[in-house]
Structures are given as structure tokens and as C-alpha cells.
């Protein structure tokens, strides 16, 4: 399952940056922030339990350049339940160019994956910062856990619909779906240049992208379509 999602993701990541398998080490080379430092102090198995959230479901690590930046994943909890979690590095928002596309790409086509028809994250109440990330990942604030460990923690979850499981299925047969972004292309290009029209979708993604366009035009065809708008008109014209 981690392959699966490893090789999805990484078409949208910029350049150095790379995804693999979450490993303990990783986490011992993070500069940890104050929150996580928190969650570690309270937690002295800390590490333990995010070995026992990697067995439960999917468990990724974020490189740049080699350097460590984010360990994160989805434990399932419950059936069609998972649980988000992330320990990051204290520089997170230096590497936003890698990180933001990563996660939006992640809570889109893992949780289908998992088949999971929710998915939650528990967010320290004074982390301004990670709740508004999490609603920008279209997460939505159900309630406040009060007292919750050692202080009030936010809970944030986001439901899946059956369709987009549905749209994921499509994907891996080979048919066109949501799942995956209009600009990405066979050849593990990031696409920059996002495709405006058909003919640009058949130049850079191929078969994939003709399907949805829903148009198979050949370059002969263009050719001729091409030549005669461009054939005289009147007497001297040729039959």
C-alpha cells in the first residue's frame, strides 16, 4: 500500500524533493517545534506508538535534499476510520513548495485507497497555524476535546463520499477520473503548464488525457483539416 501511494504522490512533488517509507530514524532527525516537543515529553513511548501507527496503515516520510522534513500517515482505527498524524521539522514552512502539493495530493487519493470514509486529525487548540492547514485541506472542525491529555485539542475530520472511491477505481483501469490532476502526465513530468485546451492535453499526457477530452484525432487528420481551409477558392481552384 505505501508503494502504491509513493508512486502516486511523487509526480507532484518539485524537484529534490522525494518520498519514502517512514522509518524510526527519521523521526530522530527531526529539529522538533514546541508542540511536538510537548506531545513527546507527555508521551515517553512516543515512538513506539508512531512504529504501531505505521502497522495500522500507511506511514510516508518527506526528503528534501536528503534532510528529513515531515514524517506523517493514516492509522485506520476503526473500520472506514482513519487517524491523521505528522511530526515535523521546525523549518516545516521553509519547504512549503514540496509540502503543499504533497498533502493535498495524500488526503486525496490515500484515504480511497485505505477505503476509508473518514478521516480525522487531532490539533492542539493554541496551533493556530496547523488548524488552518487542515481546513485548507477541507477539513472541517467538528468540536473541542477539553482537557484532552495535557490541555484542549481541536477535533478535525473530513467524510469521503463512495464516489470517490469510485473515481480512484476508475483511475487504476486505466479511464480518466478526479483522482488524478488534468496536468499530469504519463512521463512523470510535473506538468507546469497546466492543459487549456484538447490539443494541449494530447500533447502532454497522452491516451490518458484524450480519453477525457473524449476527442482521438491523429496528426494526418489535422494535416488534412488544415489544408483545406487553406485550398483557393473560385476559378483557379482545383477539384
Request: charged share 25%; with cysteine.
Amino acid at each position: 500500500m505505501n508503494k502504491e501511494i509513493i508512486a502516486d504522490v511523487q509526480h507532484v512533488l518539485p524537484r529534490n524533493f522525494v518520498v519514502v517509507e517512514y522509518a524510526r530514524a527519521h523521526t530522530l532527525l527531526l529539529n522538533h517545534d514546541y508542540f511536538q516537543q510537548r506531545i513527546m515529553r507527555h508521551i515517553p513511548d512516543y515512538l513506539d506508538r508512531l512504529d504501531m501507527q505505521k502497522k495500522m496503515g500507511v506511514a510516508l516520510t518527506l526528503l528534501y535534499e536528503g534532510r528529513v522534513v515531515a514524517c506523517f500517515g493514516i492509522a485506520q482505527i476503526l473500520g472506514g476510520v482513519g487517524e491523521a498524524w505528522m511530526t515535523r521539522d521546525v523549518d516545516f514552512r521553509n519547504y512549503i513548495r514540496g509540502v503543499v502539493p504533497l498533502a493535498k495530493r495524500f488526503f486525496v487519493i490515500a484515504p480511497p485507497v485505505m477505503q476509508l470514509k473518514r478521516v480525522q486529525m487531532i490539533i492542539d487548540s493554541r496551533n493556530f497555524k496547523g488548524i488552518r492547514f487542515a481546513e485548507w485541506l477541507q477539513f472541517e472542525h467538528e468540536g473541542t476535546l477539553r482537557c484532552f491529555g495535557f490541555g484542549d485539542h481541536e477535533m478535525m475530520a473530513r467524510i469521503y463520499e463512495r464516489s470517490s472511491i469510485e473515481h480512484y477505481k476508475h483511475f487504476q483501469r486505466g479511464k480518466a477520473s478526479e483522482a488524478r490532476p488534468l496536468h499530469w502526465n504519463s512521463t512523470g513530468g510535473s506538468g507546469e503548464a497546466a492543459c487549456k485546451t484538447g490539443e494541449a492535453a494530447e500533447r502532454t499526457s497522452g491516451r490518458r488525457i484524450q480519453a477525457y477530452w473524449g476527442v482521438k484525432k491523429s496528426t494526418a487528420n489535422r494535416r488534412l483539416a488544415d489544408a483545406s481551409l487553406q485550398r483557393p477558392r473560385g476559378r483557379n481552384a482545383r477539384p
